[in-house]
Each structure stands twice: as C-alpha cells, then as structure tokens.
C-alpha cells in the first residue's frame, strides 16, 4: 500500500498512474503537483488527485512515491526542485521516454541520493493529452521498462514495480542505453515521421483537398502526430544521437525503394512489401502468443 503518491504532471500518464493504482486499492492518498493551475483542477474535480499542492514543500511531506510524468526537458529543474524537502524514505521514478538524459540529469542534482531515483518508462499512450484522456485501464497489459541504477536497492525497485504491477503492466528491465536504442527505432522515429508527414501535406497549396480525401489508412499512419508536440520536441532532442542513426538507416530505405520505383521494378516493391508484411503478422503473432517475435531479415 503507498500511503501517499505525489503525481507531478496530471495528464494521461501521471493521471491514468493514480486512477489505476486507486482502482487497485494500492493507494490511500494522491497529491498533485503541476504547473498548469486549470488541469491541476480538473484533475481534483475527476477524482485523479485528491489534493493539489501549490508547493514541493507540501507536496513532499510523508510521501512515499513521486512520479515525474513530465516532459524529459523538464527533469533536471523539478528534482531541483523536490530535493530539499526529499525524506529518507521517499522513492522518486519516472515516466520519460528516454533515459540516458534523465539519468544524467538525475545524478546532476541528487549527487549521492541518486539511490532514491528509479527511472522508468511505461509503454503505453495516446495522442490525447490532459486530465481527461486519463484512464484507470491504460496500462493493463502493457509493459513498463524499468532502467535500475547501480545506487538502487533493490528492494526499492521493486517497490516501483509493485506499483506498476498493480496497474496491470508488465515489467521488463534493460539499461538506459540500450532503452534509448530500441526506443528510437521502435517509438522516436515513427513519431517523426508521423509529424513530417502531416506537416509536408499541410504546407502544400491544396492542402484543404488532400486532407479532403484523406482516409482511415492516413489517419491510422498519422494518429501520434496529435501527441504533444512539447513532449516530442524533448524527447526528440534527448535521445538525438540514436534518432539521428535511425533516420539514417530510414533514409537509405526510402532511397533505395524510390530506385526500385523508378526503376519500375514491381518484383523489388513487391520484395519490400512482403517482407514488411511477414514481419509485422510475425510481430503481432508473437504479441498475441505472448512471446518475443523471430529475429531475422530476408534478403532476397
């Protein structure tokens, strides 16, 4: 049971955190902390808090857990911010999309009380933002990463775990760095493109035509591009150096594939287009299956 859970940021992911651990039972008091005076009132009025604190100083008082549901940009000064009213007994972790720079970060301002920082991310979203995109059920099933420090004791880890679990996520563990890899293929890059694809169509002079005709096959490939754009630019930034690898590597493909185009070689676009086929049904399969999917590439 977490006596008191001080949530900093009431949107979807700090929001959906508290109603889910209140629908478990797991916690008996949430204190809110944000800067948004109008959000942090509609999340007293949903019931996502139960009090909202103007200051760290009363926002910390007997806390046990402090989760950091913010843009990535922001964790240096809110930790500054929480330090010097920071007990022996409360855990602070995170919901931030990268992790090495919240880990630099981190170390930066808690020096030797880094133990007490648990970084974290929960695999779970929407494109809709605020207080009232927030929902108990937003984690059930989904995994949470937790990218422990050498300071952390374990005992305190798993208390962070706990917490998840009793959202219904799935834990899984890896390193900050390895974190930041998989994440900038598999999350940063699909949001970059989503973005600079709707913004290229909107920047055309008959942009009011194509979104005219504009399907649910668009809408499905565009739907992060509705994500914070405050948060994307944060993350974007944080995790640049393996963005930037992984745009590469995109940016290749797309070469490669307008060749083949231009070629007018149905056999090579029909190649790439199976293959991309087989893996996301092998992909989805090994999700349903509970499983990790195949690791392997054809070639042909």
């Known amino acids: 049971m977490i006596e008191r859970l001080v949530v900093i940021g009431v949107g979807l992911i700090g929001g959906s955190f508290a109603l889910a651990l209140k629908a478990a039972g797991a916690v008996r008091h949430v204190a809110g902390l944000g800067r948004d005076p109008q ?34 940009g922001q964790t240096g000064p809110i930790l500054a911010s929480l330090l ?33 920082f648990v970084p974290g991310h929960p695999i779970a979203g929407s494109e809709s933002n605020g207080p009232d995109a927030a929902r108990a059920e937003l984690y059930r099933g989904k995994k949470t990463v937790l990218t ?28 900050p760095q390895d974190h930041d890899r998989v994440f900038a293929a598999v999350s940063h890059l699909p949001h970059l493109l989503a973005y ?14 194509l979104f005219q005709y504009a399907a649910s096959g668009f809408r499905d490939f565009t739907r992060i591009a509705g994500s914070s754009p ?41 190649s790439v287009f199976a293959n991309a086929q087989r893996a996301r049904r092998e992909w989805i399969e090994a999700i349903e299956a509970g499983s990790p999917p195949p690791q392997h590439r054809d070639t042909e």
């Open 39 to 72: 959000a942090m009132a509609r999340a007293l009025e949903l019931g996502i808090v139960d009090e909202v604190c103007d200051m760290p100083e009363q926002a910390m008082r007997g806390a046990d857990l402090v989760l950091l549901a913010a843009p990535v």
């Open 148 to 175: 422990p420090l050498p300071e952390n004791d374990p005992a305190l880890v798993e208390r962070v775990a706990s917490a998840w679990r009793a959202c219904g996520s799935l834990i899984h563990t890896l390193s």
């Open 84 to 116: 010097p009213f920071l007990e022996p007994q409360t855990i602070i972790t995170d919901a931030g999309s990268t992790k090495c720079d919240v880990v630099l970060a981190a170390r930066g301002v808690l020096g030797e009380r880094i133990g007490q």
């Open 196 to 209: 600079a694809l709707v913004d290229d169509i909107a920047a055309k002079p008959h942009a009011d035509m």
């Open 230 to 270: 405050e948060m994307w630019r944060d993350i974007s930034l944080a995790n640049r150096d393996a963005l930037l690898t992984e745009l590469d590597a995109y940016l290749a493909q797309l070469t490669t594939l307008r060749a083949t185009l231009a070629a007018a070689d149905g056999r090579g676009l029909e």
